[in-house]
């Protein structure tokens, strides 16, 4: 599985879009690009996940570069809730193992 | 309803000792996964079994053995327990191991090795 690489930390101002970027610059074209994150000293939560195009659900959207080569998550209005570490997972789409590997991922802070 | 849940949350135990977390999954899934997050808070997975058949055993020292009794269940037994075995532990499931499905995780178990 390709290597992710992220800021270690983020600020963000409640209320605003919370941008997270991505590099997965050895990213091969059978590799999906997660995300999950984790508020403090729970588990992790599945955010959302994409190929090639870019996605959204009810919590977020995924931006994918068109070499996807990076790639970023986008919270629309952060909330103080959404303080917690987020990590961008790169994955086999054929693996039969289903692993995540897990980097140190970015904290994000979302401030009043 | 919770999709994942674990026993106990917090263990505090002597070095030594043997001690076991259960895992449940409510979700009919068919793969369940233990990780590790220690002190660092890396996380990293330890196994992973699919309808009760071990798919992942991550160099994991042989004191630790996970039990699968059915599909909803992935229990994990620590014997001799050893101050670096102080961690979270999460228990996760997913539909599938292939594919792109999410993982589930539950909520955690806090083990302390005194």
């Known amino acids: 599985d390709a290597k992710t690489t992220q800021p270690p930390s983020m600020d963000c101002a409640e209320g605003r879009a919370a941008n997270l970027p991505c590099n997965h610059s050895?990213?091969?074209?059978?590799?999906?690009v997660y995300w999950y994150r984790q508020i403090h000293s729970q588990g992790p939560q599945y955010i959302i996940h994409?190929?090639?195009n870019n996605e959204t659900n009810e919590m977020a959207s995924l931006i994918i570069t068109e070499d996807r080569k990076s790639s970023t998550l986008i919270l629309p209005h952060a909330t103080l809730r959404d303080t917690a570490v987020y990590y961008c997972i790169v994955r086999v789409r054929s693996s039969n193992t289903g692993k995540l590997i897990f980097g140190q991922g970015t904290t994000l802070q979302v401030k009043p | 309803d919770t999709a994942v849940s674990q026993t106990p949350k917090y263990l505090v135990t002597q070095m030594g000792n043997d001690k076991s977390i259960k895992c449940e999954q409510n979700?009919?899934?068919?793969?369940m996964y233990w990780y590790k997050q220690d002190s660092k808070k890396f996380l990293k997975i330890m196994f992973s079994y699919n309808n009760k058949e071990l798919i992942i055993n991550e160099t994991v020292p042989n004191r630790f053995s996970p039990k699968s009794p059915d599909k909803a269940h992935l229990n994990l037994h620590i014997n001799s327990l050893e101050l670096g075995d102080s961690a979270v532990y999460f228990c996760?499931?997913?539909?599938?191991?292939?594919?792109?499905?999410?993982?589930?995780f539950g909520p955690g178990t806090r083990l302390t090795v005194t």
């Open positions: 996760a499931s997913s539909q599938e191991a292939g594919g792109a499905y999410e993982q589930y």
């Open positions: 050895t990213i091969s074209g059978n590799e999906y």
């Open positions: 979700l009919g899934h068919d793969t």
């Open positions: 994409g190929l090639k």
